[in-house]
């Protein structure tokens, strides 16, 4: 599955959403990756506990849609996502 598909997901999670970028994140004691979700949202106001709705509304849409065993570990508000020159994603910054 490709971060592109898991993005189309999370974006239609909420109307408060502008963007979202899905990044895999290696434990530090090995493993399988973790997903976490960088998020951009319209109103910037947000408290932990919409984060942790965000986060239990992203599994559920995810694990539905794509793959049952999917989980979002962790929810990362950013103000915007940074660029390369070609408009990817600099997955670095989460």
């Keep these: 599955v490709s971060s592109v598909e898991i993005e189309r997901i999370c974006n239609g999670v909420d ?10 994140i290696p434990p530090s004691g090995g493993g399988p990756e973790q997903l976490a979700v960088a998020v951009v949202l ?3 106001n947000i408290t932990p506990q ?4 965000l986060r239990m509304s ?10 049952p ?3 979002v570990s962790q929810v990362v508000p950013a103000p915007s996502l940074p660029r390369t020159a070609s408009n990817k994603v ?3 910054f989460c």
């Design 50 to 53: 919409d984060l942790q709705k």
């Design 58 to 67: 992203f599994n559920s849409a995810l694990q539905k849609t794509l793959n």
């Design 69 to 71: 065993l999917f989980r």
């Design 15 to 24: 109307s408060n959403i502008v963007e979202t970028a899905a990044i895999g």
């Design 90 to 92: 600099v997955a670095s």
């Design 42 to 44: 319209k109103n910037s």
